[in-house]
């Protein structure tokens, strides 16, 4: 199982980017996805989910109103487009996959992990 990150980069406050994560190895629509990040020095958060049949999708509080997710099951893909970026939002982020429709916050539930691309907010 192969997730492959890609999409970071580096970008100017209020910037936006589109992170994604290309999927191998699994049936892509039986796994719920995530993605969580982590800040220098802090611990990894999680920022939103969505469902297999991509129906259902679920983003943090902070982030509400500026991320949002999404997936292309045929090209085996899961997308989190980043808008009105704050230099606060500057972290490693990775997408996962958990064998669930349930939409967990809690890095226990995920059972496969990308390596992580990173975000880069100036000020």
């Known amino acids: 199982v192969q997730l492959q990150a890609s999409g970071g980069g580096w970008v100017q406050d209020g910037g936006s980017l589109t992170l994604s994560c290309a999927v191998s190895?699994?049936?892509?629509?039986?796994?719920?996805m995530g993605w969580f990040r982590q800040a220098p020095g802090k611990g990894r958060e999680f920022v939103g989910a969505?469902?297999?049949?991509?129906?259902?999708?679920y983003i943090k509080d902070f982030a509400k109103g500026r991320f949002s997710i999404s997936r292309d099951n045929a090209k085996n893909t899961v997308y989190l487009q980043l808008n009105s970026l704050k230099p606060e939002d500057t972290a490693l982020y990775y997408c996962?996959?958990?064998?669930?429709?349930?939409?967990?916050?809690?890095?226990?539930?995920?059972?496969?992990w990308g390596q992580g691309t990173l975000v880069t907010v100036s000020s």
């Open positions: 996962a996959a958990a064998y669930s429709s349930f939409l967990s916050p809690l890095r226990v539930d995920y059972h496969y």
């Open positions: 969505i469902n297999g049949d991509a129906d259902n999708s």
């Open positions: 190895g699994l049936t892509f629509k039986d796994y719920s």
